[in-house]
């Protein structure tokens, strides 16, 4: 059973809908069919011709020689450390070391938060990117294969 990841059903289906809701009533069985049949060799045309495409972009990105590019979303992900190390461990340890040396009165360390949205953003990023990776690492075939190939930038 396919996975249907548009939420429109099969191509088949969406051609058939598409016929039943647009054809006049009063057209035979033989012209739904043909218009059927050819919307649906469109829609599968277009979709051969967008994965086409995208696979040519992440073909184009990983033969250049830029390293930063090849390397973009685990660079998300080292963004994410970095900040997290800013602003969790060296920002308060330098609070704290001002308010030492100033005399202030301190009840421990500092305390900074970083938003929620970073991290749900940082957090799917990195979730993401992890399960395409392993699904890339364990050979993941099909559709699975695919969708791995486009999180992680692979084939």
């Known amino acids: 059973m396919p996975i249907d990841l548009t939420g429109l059903g099969s191509v088949a289906e969406l051609a058939k809908g598409l016929v039943d ?16 049949l050819q919307i649906q060799e469109q829609l599968e045309r277009r979709e051969s011709a967008v994965l086409d495409a995208q ?5 184009a ?9 090849k390397r973009a ?14 602003v969790h461990v060296l920002l ?14 301190m009840d421990g360390m ?11 953003t940082w957090g799917g990023v990195c979730s993401i990117w992890v399960i395409g990776r392993t699904m890339e690492k364990r050979g993941a ?13 692979g084939k």
């Open 110 to 120: 500092p305390q900074i938060v970083l938003p929620g949205e970073f991290w749900a």
């Open 21 to 36: 809701r647009f054809l006049p009533p009063a057209a035979t069985e033989t012209e739904r069919m043909a218009a059927q």
């Open 73 to 86: 979303r685990p660079a998300i992900v080292y963004f994410g450390l970095a900040a997290i190390g800013l």
């Open 141 to 153: 075939t099909g559709i699975a294969g695919q969708i791995a190939g486009l999180v992680t930038g």
């Open 92 to 105: 308060p340890m330098i609070a704290w070391i001002y308010l030492a040396s100033t005399g202030k009165p």
């Open 61 to 69: 990105e990983m033969q250049q020689s830029d390293n930063f590019t």
């Open 55 to 59: 696979k040519g972009i992440i073909v």
